[in-house]
């Protein structure tokens, strides 16, 4: 057994050995590194092709095909995260826009998509809690606090709903008429009937 144990212990010192030293081995595997990000990046164009046809399910087949070759990259699933939300499946975008904060904590985008995604899902509080931390990303930014009003209002904390939300029009007079926010698709109906009470309340 002694040797056998010698013998195993060899095998993979010599196979280390090979890989760190051996220049053709070395060339195999940037290779195939090469040959993996270019078929990522081949699906990603793919996907934003069906994207902008509006063909969601093959474009989500391809940031699919994408995942599995590159699980952990922040534009992929932020990407199908996208596409996801778009196409209706708010789970399994919330869950995408998930896998891409991991990598990167400071992507305001993806924290601020998340929040819309739970929101739609009826879990409000994931809700502001994604946007809370937008909003810490982000102090000036104003779309990060009329989300998080939202949600403060939707959850009942009214009074820190129109604050959160007064900040917001004073950082840009855009969200005094929430119809303007018409053309960001996570804006649906619920969240800008929620604005519209919050700027009514403060005139």
């Not at 040959?35 to 069906?50: P, T």
């Not at 209706?88 to 400071?106: I, L, R």
């Not at 739970?118 to 909003?135: C, M, P, Y």
Request: glycine share 6%.
């Amino acid at each position: 057994m002694t040797g056998g144990n010698h013998s195993d212990r060899a095998s993979v010192c010599l196979f280390v050995l090979c890989v760190m030293f051996s220049p053709v081995l070395r060339i195999v595997i940037f290779a195939q590194d090469v040959s993996s990000k270019a078929a990522v990046q081949l699906h990603i164009e793919r996907s934003i092709n069906y994207y902008t046809r509006g063909d969601l399910p093959s474009a989500i087949a391809e940031l699919h095909a994408a995942q599995q070759l590159a699980p952990t990259d922040a534009q992929v699933n932020f990407m199908l995260g996208n596409a996801l939300y778009r196409y209706g499946d708010v789970a399994g975008a919330a869950e995408a826009y998930g896998k891409t904060v991991v990598v990167q904590p400071n992507h305001f985008e993806a924290h601020m998509s998340r929040g819309f995604a739970f929101f739609e899902a009826g879990k409000v509080d994931q809700a502001v809690g994604e946007w809370a931390t937008a909003k810490r990303l982000e102090l000036r930014e104003p779309f990060a606090r009329a989300a998080l009003a939202v949600g403060l209002y939707a959850s009942g904390q009214v009074e820190e709903a129109r604050l959160q939300y007064a900040e917001a029009v004073a950082l840009n007079s855009r969200y005094r008429d929430p119809d303007n926010l018409r053309l960001d698709i996570r804006w649906k109906p619920r969240v800008l009937n929620i604005a519209k009470r919050l700027v009514q309340a403060d005139r």
